[in-house]
């Protein structure tokens, strides 16, 4: 084992420097995607682990299990809560629900039963949309459905408070932002966008996802706002550099939302990543996130559904 010695060192050393490395220059499509998934690693040094006990190895052990230690604390929570005292709440829901979910009709009923002041679905087919219509006796404001506008890249979004001035721009590559006013409180006044970019599994779908990305920072430059909320399915991972440089001058919290790998048990969130994203600037009324959490409690999308709360 001594003659083998140096060759362990670099088993648990070189992994992680390579990890570091990569997550500050990637430019390929499919490094910054295994970048942005922690869990990968983190399965490379709990077989680690496994290996020094069983060797009873006890420095490489701990060695290893301080490395996973590591990459669970930067993966991110099932819920976080950035400040206790949250005076005059209100909720957001996100979700992606999964094209024709087979549970749509229980995620109805949630809605009835837990009243949102704000909800933005992705990935809404338009039979459901059309079960999303029947609910205006508790969200009058809805967008998405109506002639001419059908569902934005497959997006709803039901408010009990105006939506005013909403529109959707296409871009040239045929997506789609959803950008209006948000009037949750008398004499408030938040813009909102929300997109659905593609996923990223080619490097075609990487580029697009980011051309959408820059469309609504360029978006949020030319019509700036002191109340601005960023929301959707953004299909890309709060683990990796590009999420870090996103709207420098909002405010996040990201939460394990992706993938939901088995509805039957609660999936852990260190096995998960954050891509249903909100961002939040609020220059004038002091405005923050006052919590996140992603909810388990509805089946049937690989995607678990995202509560945030809004306050002072």
């Known amino acids: 084992m001594q003659r083998f010695r140096w060759l362990i060192w670099v088993a648990i050393i070189v992994p992680s420097v390579v990890w570091i490395t990569l997550h500050f220059t990637a430019t390929q499509w499919w490094v910054e995607n295994l970048i942005g998934v922690p869990s990968l690693l983190l399965a490379y040094y709990l077989m680690l682990t496994l290996f020094f006990v069983l060797a009873r190895l006890w420095l490489y052990t701990a060695l290893c299990a301080l490395m996973c230690a590591a990459l669970i604390l930067i993966t991110p929570p099932n ?3 950035v400040t206790a005292n949250c005076s005059s709440p209100v909720t957001v829901l996100q979700y992606n629900m999964l094209y024709y979910n087979p549970h749509v009709n229980e995620f109805i009923n949630y ?7 704000l909800v933005v679905l992705q990935e809404v087919a338009p039979e459901d949309g059309e079960k999303f219509k029947l609910l205006d006796d508790i969200y009058p404001y809805q967008y998405g459905g109506q002639p001419e506008v059908g569902y934005p890249s497959s997006q709803m979004i039901l408010s009990q408070a105006p939506l005013v001035n909403m529109s ?5 590559d045929g997506q ?8 949750p409180v008398s004499g408030k006044r938040i813009k909102l966008l929300t997109a659905h970019p ?8 990487w580029y697009r996802r980011n051309a959408l990305l820059r469309t609504i920072e360029a978006m949020i430059e030319q019509y ?8 959707g399915d953004f299909n890309l991972s709060a683990n990796s550099r590009r999420f870090s440089a996103l ?12 993938p939901n790998w088995n509805p039957l048990f609660d999936t852990p969130a260190f096995t998960m990543i954050g891509i249903d994203h909100l961002w939040l600037k609020s220059r004038k009324s002091g405005w923050r996130i006052c919590s996140r959490r992603a909810d388990s409690s509805i089946v049937g999308s690989d995607h678990r559904m995202v509560r945030t709360k809004l306050g002072y």
């Open 79 to 81: 819920s976080r809560v």
């Open 111 to 117: 809605l009835l039963s837990h009243p949102t002041d």
């Open 168 to 172: 959707v721009f296409h871009t040239p």
């Open 176 to 183: 789609n932002v959803i950008s209006g006013t948000w009037r």
């Open 198 to 205: 593609p996923s990223p599994r080619t490097k075609e779908l």
């Open 224 to 231: 700036p706002a002191d109340e601005m909320l960023v929301i």
């Open 247 to 258: 709207f420098p001058s909002f405010e996040t919290a990201p939460v394990a939302s992706w």
